[in-house]
């Protein structure tokens, strides 16, 4: 199991939805541009992270400072806190009513 340190967040990305239709045909190399921020949801905390969040909200984070450590075959992507610009409400209400 993999515990995030100094400020880490370890999170999941979600699944984007691609929309594979289209009107007209691209070249095999174009790369669709990539959106800013991202939703994620919290997998572990690191114990020093300040942030006001638990596991399995769902935050939007700098999509370009989600870091991906692999190792053994397995990928942790990593985000530092100060890159977590906040948290959905809707989940945040539905983890602190159990």
Not at 45 to 62: F, M, P
């Amino acid at each position: 199991m993999f515990y995030p340190l100094n400020r880490h967040i370890l999170v999941a990305r979600l699944e984007k939805v691609e929309d594979e239709q289209s009107s007209f045909y691209l070249p095999d190399d174009y790369e669709k541009p990539q959106e800013p921020y991202e939703a994620v949801t919290v997998v572990r905390i690191a114990d020093d992270c300040k942030l006001d969040i638990d596991e399995l909200d769902t935050v939007i984070v700098d999509s370009s400072m989600i870091n991906t450590v692999e190792l053994n075959g397995q990928k942790y992507p990593l985000v530092l806190e100060n890159y977590v610009y906040g948290v959905l409400a809707e989940t945040k209400e539905n983890n602190t009513s159990h």
